[in-house]
């Protein structure tokens, strides 16, 4: 079964930045549509970003756009999220995850009941 590990969480001061990684295994990773996903206690999951197989299209939360930005390297079976102006209300653990199908809209892109694998998650708490 395809396997996701998170790296990169960590803690940093409001305005700092940081790069999360996630690599996978187990699949083929160049075809998945790849995501990004956050919850902070006592919150719902929440949506940040997912890509298509090449990269050529990214969706981000509204929250996260031009602060937030994701990539993905397919020869090295790994997508990057670089996130930047960290907040506060940016502490969570995040998760990376794919899903089999190709990237539709924004609408499924960004619901986490369209993807297949998770990985653990990656704890990011960002200081004030």
């Known amino acids: 079964q395809v396997q996701l590990v998170e790296s990169g969480g960590g803690l940093v001061q409001a305005g700092g930045s940081l790069r999360l990684s996630c690599a996978a295994s187990?699949?083929?990773?160049?075809?998945?549509?790849m995501g990004w996903f956050r919850q902070a206690p006592g919150k719902e999951r929440e949506f940040v970003a997912a890509?298509?197989?090449?990269?050529?299209?990214?969706y981000y939360a509204d929250s996260m756009k031009g602060r937030f930005t994701m990539s993905r390297d397919n020869a090295k079976n790994t997508v990057y999220l670089q996130m930047n102006g960290l907040k506060p209300e940016d502490t969570a653990v995040y998760y990376c995850?794919?899903?089999?199908?190709?990237?539709?809209?924004?609408?499924?892109?960004?619901?986490?009941?369209?993807?297949?694998?998770w990985g653990q998650g990656t704890q990011v708490t960002v200081s004030s």
């Open positions: 890509t298509s197989w090449n990269g050529g299209r990214v």
């Open positions: 187990g699949g083929t990773f160049s075809s998945y549509t």
């Open positions: 995850a794919a899903d089999r199908l190709p990237l539709g809209g924004a609408t499924m892109a960004s619901d986490p009941n369209e993807y297949d694998y």
